[in-house]
Structures are given as C-alpha cells and as structure tokens.
C-alpha cells in the first residue's frame, strides 16, 4: 500500500516546483480552483482519457504554491491492487488511514482528497459521506460516468455536489497545446496559416491529446478505436450486465456513420439484429459515458421536446474515423466540430418544413461547409429566414468552413461566419 501512495503522491518528497510541470492548461481549471474554495464535494466526470486526472495535478499544482504538500492526497483506484477490493467500500477506509499513517498530514488544516475514478468502488458514497460530515476534508473526485451522482446511494449526497464536466481538449486548449497565440485579433491575424492547419488538424482528428500528440495516422487510428472500445466493453458492458458485447460494439460504429442526423431506433436495430427498445437503451448508454450526445427538436412545451425525434452528434471529432461508411463528409465533419463548440444542456435543433442545425439560447446557427453553390445558399438562407421570424429576432448565424461576412436577407440579419472565427469566440456580439 505504502509504495502505491508514494507513487500516486510525488509532491510529498519532491520540492513541489519539480512536479506537475508537464500538463497543459485547460479551460475548466479556473472554475475548479474557484470551487477549492467551497465546503460541498467537487465531482469531475468525463469519458476516459480526456484528462480529468491530469485536471487534478493542476489543481493540486496550484494549491501546492500555499498549503502544505502532506496534505494533498491523490489516489487512483484503477490501479490493479485495488480492483480485489472494488466491492468493499470500507476498504477506502483503509486508504484513508495508511494515508494517515504515511504521510502524517496536519489534521488542524483541512485535507484535500482526491480520489481518481471513485466508481471502481461500489457504495463509495458511504465512505465520502461519513468523511464529509465529520472531518475538515475536501474531496476532489472523478468519474467516468454522468450518472456517477444518480444511482440510489449517491442520493446520500444530494446537495453536497458541484459538478464539472471535462470533455477532451477544446480548439482553444489545442491550440495552447501547440503554442499557437490565438487570444486577440492581431496574434490570429499573425498566426492565420498556422491556426488554419491546425483547425484541418483538430477537424479531422479531434481533441484527445493521446491522439493528436502522436503523429502516425494509422497509430492515431488504433488510438481511437481503442479509447472507444474501453469505454464500451470495459465501462458499459459490465456496469449493465450486456451479454452480447460484440453487438453493442458494433452498433456504436453504425452510430459513427450517422452522426449530426436524426435517430432511427429500428433501422439502426435492423442492420444488427437488435430490436429497437435495445438500440435506444444502448444509445443511452453511450451517451451516458460520453462516447455521443443526442439533442431534441425544440419545443416550448418540454414534454413535447423530450418525446421528440433526437440528432446524434459524436463527443469528439476524431470518432468519426470510425464509421463503417469511411467517406469524407465535410459538412458533417464541420457540423459535428461546431456541436461540440456548442455543446451544452439546453442546445436543441429545429425542424418544422425547414431544418436550422441549432437553436439555444435565444440564437440560430446554420451550418454549411461553403455557400458557394447558389442552390445551397438559398436553402441555408430561407432556412434562417424561416425561423428567425419565430425565435431570433431577425438574426442568425451561419457557420462555414472559411467564409466571413455580414448580409441582409428578405430582412433579416445573417452573419456568415468561418470556422476559426466561430469557434475562437470571434463573432459579433
């Protein structure tokens, strides 16, 4: 036990400006510091690999500048020493007090507990819930699962939680990554070239960084469809007890080749074999586990939305090299990218005789890889046309691949807007 808490915890016998160095910046680390701060739980759920551990030595990177390091305890229970064990909730006890023993922490301070993928450990919540109300510990936890928080005994924590969702490397963080300046308008003027190749890049491959720091395609490949599998027959086959693993498997590549369209349970059912109350239960199960996400026909009576025929769209890009059809659909390549600049809890499309791909929060945005074609401009056009009379006050928003301009169209206001542009925040307000 003792070596597996050294190696999980470096900073204890490091100077601490040795450790940690080699992650890079994400977005959601702001809001997670901001959340150190607060008594309740931080919970931090994504799908494998995106990076929640390495968001947590950021964290801990940072508070390392002004606590004492003992205090810090980080610990992943995948670790197979732990997985004899998976079913005995009380042995994070034992964690917890060789933790004690190891380190000899100053229990007048608080303790701040990060625990790497807790759903490992059925009934965690009973360990985290008996530490919270009688000890000063702030508990850091991960999840690979979005209902880490719903099963029945998590309901011992209902109010105790902030959740933060981490999804893999954004356009923006990509960026970063490659030191590419891009944060106002003189550096992405300066750094065009190099910000256009790597939005071909990132379009094409997406934003796992075991994928797009290593250059081999055919690697990049095996990468994907390994992260994928993981997350399907080592997640979801076990937690819903699915005997027939190769089907699910099969159906998620099925998924792939029809993402940013609507959802056809029995056709999809048909291809495989599968009835369509099954095929919809699998969905959910992707979606849950952040392999895709599937958004509604907005309707300003919720019951109606909810009941209605749903768009799937892939949580990163690079799954799309995954779809049994392989063929390069460019303006679903470009749709899927803006869905994921987009994505978030009340994001919904429109369809009633015409399509707009998004509506949320008051805005349209329509997406075309070009408009060059007079017959595609025009039905993007009267598309906006046809719902911004009813929900945008005379404005929308269409996304291309490298096009910029401000038009009027049979009164309405349409901002074209090219993709870089679009997703690095860079359209007018």
């Not at 998976?86 to 190891?102: F, G």
């Not at 965690?124 to 999840?143: A, C, D, M, P, R």
């Not at 099969?250 to 999809?268: E, G, H, I, R």
């Not at 749903?310 to 995954?322: H, I, R, S, T």
Request: some cysteine; proline content about 2%; hydrophobic content about 40%.
């Amino acid at each position: 036990m003792d070596s597996i808490l050294l190696e999980d915890n470096p900073h204890w016998i490091k100077n601490t400006n040795e450790v940690y160095n080699d992650y890079t910046h994400r977005e959601l680390l702001v809001k997670a510091l901001a959340y150190m701060s607060a008594k309740e739980i931080v919970a931090i759920i994504g799908a494998r690999r995106v990076g929640k551990s390495s968001l947590t030595k950021l964290i801990i990177k940072v508070l390392l500048q002004k606590l004492n390091p003992k205090n810090i305890f980080f610990i992943n229970l995948e670790k197979p020493a732990f997985i004899p064990y998976k079913n005995n909730p009380i042995y994070l006890e034992k964690i917890y007090e060789s933790y004690l023993k190891l380190a000899n922490p100053n229990l007048n301070e608080k303790i701040y507990f990060f625990i790497d993928e807790i759903q490992i450990f059925k009934s965690w919540e009973v360990f985290i819930k008996s530490k919270y109300e009688s000890s000063n510990i702030k508990f850091v936890i991960t999840g690979s699962n979005a209902s880490l928080l719903a099963s029945s005994y998590a309901t011992l924590l209902t109010g105790r939680v902030l959740k933060l969702e981490l999804s893999s490397f954004s356009f923006k963080e990509f960026l970063i990554y490659k030191n590419i300046a891009h944060s106002t308008p003189l550096e992405t003027t300066q750094n065009k070239i190099e910000i256009q190749k790597s939005l071909d890049e990132y379009l094409k491959w997406g934003g796992y960084y075991s994928v797009f720091s290593n250059h081999n395609k055919q690697v990049k490949l095996g990468i994907l469809k390994n992260i994928a599998e993981d997350i399907i027959l080592k997640d979801i086959v076990p937690r819903y007890s699915i005997k027939n693993s190769e089907a699910i498997r099969d159906l998620f590549f099925y998924v792939v080749s029809n993402a940013t369209s609507q959802l056809n349970y029995s056709k999809l059912g048909n291809k495989i074999g599968i009835d369509g109350k099954t095929i919809k239960e699998y969905i959910g199960y992707f979606q849950d586990n952040f392999l895709i996400k599937t958004i509604p026909n907005y309707h300003h009576k919720l019951t109606q939305q909810i009941k209605s025929v749903k768009k799937l769209y892939l949580m990163d890009n690079g799954f799309l090299n995954l779809g049994v059809k392989r063929s390069e659909d460019r303006g679903a390549i470009l749709e899927n990218m803006v869905f994921t600049a987009l994505n978030q809890e009340k994001l919904t499309y429109l369809r009633d005789n015409k399509e707009c791909d998004f509506y949320v929060n008051g805005k349209l945005y329509q997406v075309s890889y070009d408009i060059e074609d007079e017959t595609t401009k025009k039905r993007e056009f009267e598309s906006l046309k046809f719902f911004a009379d009813r929900f945008a006050k005379n404005k929308g928003y269409l996304i291309t691949y490298d096009r910029n301009e401000v038009l009027e169209y049979k009164g309405i206001g349409i901002e074209v807007l090219s993709l870089d542009r679009f997703v690095l925040g860079n359209k007018r307000k």
